[in-house]
């Protein structure tokens, strides 16, 4: 049986129809959730979710307040308990979201160093890997996005509010993702050392030490440096960087005794 262009024309009306006023029915439903409902209402409600653990439920009812009551009286704190569900629902995005509106719209509010570190954390988690914790991969080897965005934060919070209650635990991830951030700038050096762009490992490794002068990738980064300049065949220069490593690093895997041993480029040791 052959359906003529002009009925599939209408069924397909039909259904398009259908599907809009579905949605339409969904979002007035939604809509009218909290429909009259009382800013103190929806507080106390989202207050008593948060203390249940009942994080999605408080959502619900912090982004209404936020909507319906933006300058209500509880709307800056429930701004700030918006990052804390969001975060705790692992929203991480949504949390780092969250956190920034609120640092723009109240710079100067006594919370707001609350905000940044949360923003930070946010980030951290993002950086993580289940893995991680059991040592069966290098977190410097992933995409660091997350974790440079955390570094940054953190930062940001000990700079800015240096008396933060949560300026101590910043500080402590501050070094351990200085670390991280190091190592990974020496994985990209390592490949351009294999790879023969000996120009960029030494610029990598000259980056590591200006801007992670207090990481342990330090030393090794002066390795990197040594043996991007022998790939140049700019030995005057290696030897003075080799000169340095060995003042400060003389247990380098790189080292023996004085002598410098390159890993990729081929070349004949170096002696300082």
Sequence with gaps: ????PIATRLVALLLVTALITGCAG??????DEFE????????????????GGRYTTAISRLEAIDTRYPFGRHAEQAQLELIYAYYETQDWEAARAAASRFIRLH?????????????????????????????LI?????????????????????????????????????VYLRNVLARHELHVA??????????????????????????????????????????LDMRDRAREVLQVLIENDPGNDRLRGRTFQPQHVRTQSLSA
């Design 107 to 135: 710079p100067t509010h006594p919370q707001a160093d609350y905000a940044l570190y949360m923003r930070g954390l946010a980030s951290w988690q993002a950086g993580r890997f289940s893995l991680e914790r059991l040592r």
């Design 190 to 231: 390592d490949f351009y050392l294999r790879k023969g762009a000996y120009l960029a490992a030494v610029e990598r490794g000259r980056w590591v030490i200006e801007n992670y002068p207090e990481s342990e990738a330090t030393r090794d980064a002066l390795a990197v440096m040594v043996e991007g300049y022998l790939g």
């Design 26 to 31: 969904r979002s007035a439903t939604e809509e």
């Design 138 to 174: 290098d977190i410097s080897k992933r995409d660091l996005g997350a974790s440079r965005d955390a570094y940054n934060d953190f930062r940001e919070l000990v700079s800015r509010y240096p008396a933060s209650e949560y300026a101590p635990d910043a500080e402590q991830r501050i």
């Design 1 to 4: 049986m052959r359906v003529s």
């Design 36 to 51: 009259g409902v009382a800013e103190q209402q929806l507080y106390d409600e989202a207050r008593d979710a948060l203390d």
